[in-house]
């Protein structure tokens, strides 16, 4: 078989098992869940052996330690994959859930059920636990899966795939539920994001370069963020107390993750009480700051912000100062370097809070508190397969429910329309 | 100007607009569609002129009655379109409602709260009506939209734009709200479809050409069915006294439309007590069947189908007959022929009606009940901008709240992650 013929034949595959997962009960779902848990911890000798293949390629190649990091398949990762199946196995089934029930005046009941999407791709780079969360949330919405990880993670992938295989075949749920692309080549990708026959989302996890591939090349619905340039803006009527506590949160508390804080904006009418003291609190946390001219004078440890620094998402202790002179300066920026992610405000006035939730776009506004409580888990939404700044279908961290879509179902005793 | 630029230019300003729109007052958005109806019937001698251009170049060009008549802005069109438009300013405005609020455990308050989708643009064919029904709906919904109309439509969609325009400028809202793309070059669509970073959704309404069209070039997402191709499976159970009326509403009420009917599926246990009185009362009715080898005994107005027609919207009356063996027997042949649309099941039996809400995969699913009902008015959802059979986002018919996303709404104290 081609390359190409090997795809479109997964494909046909995923879809065949989706429409078999559609109605599969809950216990069955779960069963899976709990086998993949107990195969990971029988076959860790295994899977680390897999794992090592790909740790010494990678350092043949020069892989960064971040990179190793992310890739390896330690003791404690597998313990976290294991954990996350648990959690998921927890969370109610969405599949079956009808919305919104009204009896229309021709006595038609009409309401919208909670259905699986079908078949999920998911394109992600290097960390190969991916391959377990996605593939645990995908199934318990009751969708099949193709999985498409990073060339460097190609042999534990494959492991990975072998064991959520072998739970299947165990609990008796079609075994193309979940399926693993063994070839590496980019081709496999354009060829995957063109079967719109059979793929009904396809979700790219990654740097903004392969996001943008997938997004362009794709004919079938993205869900996607490309990056989250997060901001606080302290208003002129901010709780000087909440100020430091939230900001030092928002910026320090995980550098590198897409709800971190990149930027905070400062009335100017409380600029002179606020930016010397946190300033050199950030400073001491190691956070260098580049700020605008106005917020030059009022510490050191600022150093002028070049054109390019504003709207950059840092990812490491690095933050953008600026001082606006009102709530409408603070919006426009926003408008302007935000990246649709999350945005805070820190205010005690009613009407400025109420305004900033209606008038600010981003998929999560947030009133007087850290910008990292954007994220599935602290939301209440269980396990997040990601995070989506694209306003179509979810916009936010996507859980269960945004695995799967709403049918309208209309019972009736032989209405006919007039 | 370039037409590229030109087409840019029209994203740009729709960008801008849709920000004003985004927090404007309900009482604002109704008073435009009050003034845009007083407008249609004041100045509906000036519209009938310019219709009057498309309807005499369409004659040259020899385009067919029926299309004539969809064109045709005669005294009753413009009629229902200001009726419309009281429906629409009658619906509740879905921006700014809250959804599943939540209060988490560190005291943080999470709801999701409606809010426009930003820029939408519609992409049809002829009917000039759709201008100001698409644009009264996306307006309510908050939203700035960008219309492009069939070529042979132009003047009637530009006079129809000028009075749009007419009616913001007059209500003081933005008046770039409501933008009409002058330029029938299919390029100009081909340049709308690359603007991701101006347009938020994509509605393409028209033949499946045109959709398909859309949906290949277009980097934004895309919402849309390609056809209707709507069963009804006769089971065994099935109340016979419900089978003709169902039958002969959903086929024959208006067969032109995509919730239409076009293919009967009858278990083989109860065809000879339903088919041969059927046949005759559609055929009465002036309806061609085709139908499978084991139909064809039971009626004389029954003819052989071929494979083409298995699948086929007909749009008018003539419907494929198939006798099944079983409830999975028609499960796979809708899953093979149909086009996740409508789909609906006449039956008594609590199991099989309850196994087919859950496992057939459509828009609507229905029991016992016309497909015609698959409609956004007689669902509940008040006037629909189209149906989607895209499982992303929406699927069945489009109301105002599907002309909306949900960001997440976090209020808190001061809380901080942990």
């Known amino acids: 078989m081609t390359l190409e013929e090997t795809i479109v034949e997964v494909g046909v595959r995923a879809k065949a098992a989706a429409a078999d997962l559609m109605s599969l009960a809950t216990r069955q779902k779960d069963a899976v869940l709990s086998q993949v848990g107990e195969l990971l911890v029988a076959e860790k000798a295994f899977l680390q052996e ?56 021709n006595g038609l009941s009409v309401g919208r059920m909670c259905v699986p999407l079908g078949v999920i791709a998911m394109i992600y780079e290097s960390r190969p636990n991916v391959t377990i969360d996605a593939a645990a949330l995908c199934l318990k919405a009751g969708n099949a899966i193709i999985l498409r990880g990073g060339s460097e993670a190609i042999h534990s992938n494959l492991a990975l795939a072998s064991i959520l295989r072998r739970a299947l075949e165990e609990a008796e749920v079609n075994p193309d539920s979940v399926q693993v692309i063994p070839m590496i080549d980019r081709e496999a990708i354009t060829i995957m994001l063109g079967l719109e026959d059979s793929i009904d989302l396809v979700i790219p996890r990654g740097g903004e370069g392969l996001i943008r591939f997938v997004s362009k090349n794709s004919s079938i619905p ?41 930027g905070i904006l400062i009335h100017e009418d409380i600029v002179a009480d606020v930016l010397p003291g946190l300033a ?13 001219s106005q917020s030059l004078p009022f510490s050191e440890h600022i150093v002028a912000a070049s054109e390019e620094d504003w709207g950059t998402e840092f990812l490491r202790l690095c933050l953008c100062v600026k001082v606006v002179r009102s709530f409408e300066d603070a919006k426009s920026y926003i408008r302007k370097y935000g990246s649709q992610h999350t945005e805070a405000i820190i205010t005690e006035n009613y009407t400025t809070a109420h305004r900033f939730v209606a008038e600010v776009d981003a998929s999560a506004v947030v009133v007087n508190a850290s910008t990292r409580f954007n994220d599935g888990g602290e939301l209440g939404l269980g396990a997040e397969i990601g995070i989506s700044t694209t306003k179509l279908h979810a916009y936010g961290p996507m859980g269960l429910e945004e695995l799967t879509t709403k049918k309208f179902v209309i019972l009736g005793d032989g209405q006919i329309r007039s």
Do not use: F, W
């Open 222 to 262: 993205v869900l996607k963020h490309y990056k989250g340039v997060c901001h606080a803006y302290i208003d002129k009527d901010a709780d000087l107390a909440k100020v430091a506590p939230i900001v030092i949160n928002a910026k320090t508390q995980r550098p590198g993750v897409c709800n971190a804080l990149e």
């Open 280 to 292: 050199t609190e950030l400073a001491e946390l190691g956070v260098e700051m580049r700020g605008c």
């Open 50 to 105: 897999e794992n090592e293949k790909d740790l010494a390629a990678g350092r043949e190649k020069g892989l960064s330690d971040a990179m190793l990091d992310r890739l390896a398949l330690t003791d404690s990762v597998i313990e976290s994959m294991v954990k996350g199946l648990k959690e998921v196995i927890a969370l109610p089934d969405p599949v079956g859930r009808t919305l919104g029930s009204v009896k229309r005046p």
